[in-house]
T-cell receptor
Framework: GAGVSQSPSNKVTEKGKDVELRCDPI?????LYWYRQSLGQGLEFLIY????????KSGLPSDRFSAERTGGSVSTLTIQRTQQEDSAVYLC??????????FGPGTRLLVL | AQKVTQAQTEISVVEKEDVTLDCVYE???????LFWYKQPPSGELVFLIR??????QNEISGRYSWNFQKSTSSFNFTITASQVVDSAVYFC???????????FGKGTMLLVSP
């Protein structure tokens, strides 16, 4: 079956602009995660959605970052007023409740 | 707070050599889960294995094997008879009770030369 998909694959933006990154989880997966992978920080957790529960936002680095998950499926990660340090690969994963996470190919974000 | 340490930043071996990737973890929970993921040059993280804290049995899957030792808080990964296709970055990760978010180590880049 189809895996986790993310779009766009690559995004180049100018400092100060807003960006939206999209994640389509595996069908039927109730949990969805966003992680960020950067050279300096490695792989970091950002936010976690599980069913209808309030999301765990404890990993978001600043209030410029937000995410939503509509209809328990697709999720959008939004970065407002992007900064150069936001340049990274943004990875999305999904899982059944209390099960292994499967990752998408990521979105490579470059902020100029 | 939990922490995962992969002390080996980069390892280079010649094809057919055995190689062990080290992983040491810290957690205060008695129930937790340990994982290994592979990230080939294409960039996608590929799930390899999950082990829960109550199961210390070693596991073997083909050329891959994992050694979990609670006494030393280690979860090491061995590739036997390495192949060029094994070249990738390997991440060890930890999830505490509730089995939700993952805390990753910094990763070990494995380069297997022909």
């Amino acid at each position: 079956g189809a895996g986790v998909s993310q779009s766009p694959s690559n995004k180049v933006t100018e400092k100060g602009k807003d960006v939206e990154l999209r994640c389509d989880p595996i069908s039927g997966h109730t949990a969805l995660y966003w992680y960020r992978q950067s050279l300096g920080q490695g792989l970091e957790f950002l936010i976690y959605f599980q069913g209808n529960s309030a999301p765990d936002k404890s990993g978001l680095p600043s209030d410029r970052f937000s995410a939503e998950r509509t209809g328990g499926s697709v999720s959008t990660l939004t970065i407002q007023r992007t900064q150069q340090e936001d340049s990274a690969v943004y990875l999305c994963a999904s899982s059944l409740e209390l099960a292994d996470q499967y990752f998408g190919p990521g979105t490579r974000l470059l902020v100029l | 707070a939990q922490k995962v340490t992969q002390a080996q930043t980069e390892i280079s071996v010649v094809e057919k050599e055995d190689v062990t990737l080290d992983c040491v973890y810290e957690t205060r929970d008695t129930t937790y889960y340990l994982f290994w993921y592979k990230q080939p040059p294409s960039g996608e993280l590929v799930f390899l294995i999950r082990r829960n804290s109550f199961d210390e049995q070693n596991e073997i899957s083909g050329r891959y094997s994992w050694n979990f030792q609670k006494s030393t808080s280690s979860f090491n990964f061995t590739i036997t008879a390495s192949q060029v296709v094994d070249s990738a970055v390997y991440f060890c990760a930890l999830s505490e009770e509730g089995y939700s978010t993952l805390t990753f180590g910094k990763g070990t880049m494995l380069l297997v030369s022909p």
